[in-house]
Nanobody
Framework: QVQLVESGGGLVQAGGSLRLSCLAS????????MGWFRQAPGKEREFVGG????????YYGDSVKGRFTISRDNAKNTVYLQMISLKPEDTAVYYC?????????????????WGQGTQVTVSS
């Protein structure tokens, strides 16, 4: 059974950086696409970015392009979300998700497995 566990969230000042981790277990992840999503209070879940585990191909949502970077460590079964130049509007719960469907999926309903989320708060 696939399990995803996020970590690394916290409070940071605007302009600062954070790195989130997503530890994956219970599957052969070379066939998976891993996505990062976020959800702020009162807002819909937003696609942040994704990575194809097999070849490391990454893709991003427009609001984070150029500031966020996704990578993976095969030996640790871990996907990372490096965030720089953080803004107060980046404040949200960040979720890691996994799917085997599609090529660069951006819709949350395509993803089959989800972590519990980690809170990121950016103060102004």
């Amino acid at each position: 059974q696939v399990q995803l566990v996020e970590s690394g969230g916290g409070l940071v000042q605007a302009g600062g950086s954070l790195r989130l981790s997503c530890l994956a277990s219970g599957g052969t992840f070379s066939s998976y696409i891993m996505g990062w999503f976020r959800q702020a209070p009162g807002k819909e879940r937003e696609f942040v970015g994704g990575i194809r585990w097999s070849n490391g191909w990454t893709y991003y949502g427009d609001s984070v392009k150029g500031r966020f970077t996704i990578s993976r460590d095969n030996a640790k079964n871990t996907v990372y979300l490096q965030m720089i130049s953080l803004k107060p509007e980046d404040t949200a719960v960040y979720y890691c998700a996994a799917t085997m469907k599609g090529f660069t999926p951006r819709l949350s309903n395509v993803y089959d497995y989800w972590g519990q989320g980690t809170q990121v708060t950016v103060s102004s």
